[in-house]
């Protein structure tokens, strides 16, 4: 068993799976589920797909690692194809979403300090925002409840929250010391709350008035879910650097940092590092993932995939009071509930569909990009079901 052997890091389910394919899961006693979430929006393409699966062992028989010291054509390859389809011009590679927003931390305070001198290494971020647990990404992630920061003080010093969406608030806030400012475009753990695109140009005009640093963390939302490659493309604002992770690797891990020029050229030798960042494997498989969402239409699926999904979603909110909203964008939707939360994630696994829970009393729906209407249906029919049963309770 060994489940004694962990530390007490993680609320679990008690279900341990063998095998998935697509949008479907498997216990080790060999029940199907429909997974709509995906190891959290990570697997883009489902569970164990095809070319996800060819690029692992050809690439593994070749060379799985080398070392940052040497070049490896997929890294090349991969920072290529990720500055062609965005408006960036470099890459830093790691292995996850908080390695991807420290090094953005990291790079902002860097240009901050050549721009503006030591002073200015302010940085600002949203009132519900997560961006990872290590000190520094928790020093920017913000809760109502402090949740995450309050047992772990002090943290980064010289961080600001911002509440998210609130254009005056951010003004106030702003001021010449201010070196970045972070923002989700579509808040994940918060509660699937897209930001507004006023906010967002509000944030773009301070931030070129005062020479700071505008990142985007795309970690959760960007990688095709809101119907384009990056998250930003689908709001009219470009930032200055780029988190990445989850999706990026389709289930392998692997980080990015993306940035213009002006801002990536900050960095000089030893300023950042990472031993496993964009290891010859990794990069193949990201490779293989952009190339099915670039050449799979991925703009026509996910639009064609959400409006089925939120049609379908809203069909049930007319049915049943315990939707009070339905929120998210693209294929990274919720519904915000007036129940139990947990008694209904409970009652759907029990059904055999598997959803994640949001700040704000809120439910993931994280379906594969590819997801199958048919999935949806049934998915839909399991949560009408849940949301009946508890009513009748
Ligand atoms: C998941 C997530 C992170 C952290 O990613 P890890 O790979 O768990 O470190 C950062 N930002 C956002 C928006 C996320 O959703």
């Known amino acids: 068993m060994g489940k004694t052997k962990f530390m007490s890091t993680y609320c679990r389910f008690d279900l341990t799976f063998e095998t998935g394919k697509g949008a479907k899961l498997y216990d080790s006693n060999g029940k199907e589920y429909i997974d709509f979430v995906q190891g959290v929006a990570v697997n883009c393409l489902g569970h164990s797909h095809p070319a996800l699966v060819e690029a692992i062992k050809t690439q593994s028989e070749k060379l799985i690692h080398i070392s940052n010291l040497y070049w490896s054509q997929n890294q090349m390859d991969l920072a290529k194809r990720l500055c062609e389809l965005s408006d960036h011009d470099q890459v830093f590679f790691s292995n996850s979403g908080a390695e991807a927003v420290e090094t953005a931390l990291k790079l902002a305070k860097k240009y901050g300090r050549i721009s503006g001198g030591e002073s200015k290494h302010k940085i600002l971020y949203m009132s519900d925002s997560f961006h990872g647990r290590t000190i520094g990404a928790l020093s920017v992630t913000g809760s109502s409840d402090n949740k995450y920061q309050k047992d772990f003080m002090p943290l980064m010093p010289g961080t600001l929250s911002v509440n998210f969406n609130d254009i005056e608030d951010l003004r106030a806030k702003f001021d010449k010391d201010v070196c970045a400012v972070i923002v989700e475009p579509v808040q994940g753990e918060g509660g699937l709350v897209p930001a507004n695109a006023e906010f967002l140009s509000a944030i773009r005009s301070l931030c070129d008035e005062n020479d700071a640093v505008l990142i985007f963390d795309e970690v959760q939302c960007g990688m095709g879910r809101m119907g384009t490659i990056f998250a930003y493309q689908s709001f009219g604002v470009i930032p200055d650097v780029i988190c990445m992770a989850k999706g990026l690797g389709g289930g392998f891990p692997i980080g990015a940092t993306l940035a213009v020029k002006k801002v990536g050229d900050a960095f000089s030798y030893g300023d950042h590092g990472c031993t496993f960042g964009g290891n010859p494997l990794a990069c193949a498989v990201a490779l293989a993932v952009l190339k099915e969402l670039s050449?799979?239409?991925?703009?026509?699926?996910?639009?064609?995939?959400?409006?089925?999904?939120?049609?379908?979603?809203?069909?049930?909110?007319?049915k049943h009071s315990a939707i009070v909203e339905l929120r998210g964008k693209g294929l990274l939707a919720g519904m915000q509930?007036?129940?139990?939360?947990?008694?209904?994630?409970?009652?759907?696994?029990?059904?055999?569909?598997?959803?994640?829970?949001a700040g704000?009393?809120?439910?993931?729906?994280?379906?594969?990009?590819?997801?199958?209407?048919?999935?949806?249906?049934?998915?839909?029919?399991?949560?009408?079901?849940?949301?009946?049963?508890?009513?009748n309770e």
Request: charged share 25%; proline share 3%; hydrophobic share 40%.
């Open 337 to 357: 509930l007036s129940c139990d939360t947990s008694q209904f994630v409970n009652g759907a696994i029990d059904n055999g569909l598997l959803l994640a829970k």
């Open 295 to 318: 050449e799979g239409k991925v703009a026509e699926i996910v639009n064609e995939k959400s409006a089925y999904l939120y049609g379908k979603l809203q069909e049930l909110a007319k």
């Open 360 to 391: 704000g009393n809120v439910i993931r729906l994280m379906p594969p990009l590819n997801v199958e209407n048919k999935d949806i249906d049934d998915a839909i029919e399991i949560i009408g079901k849940v949301l009946s049963e508890m009513e």
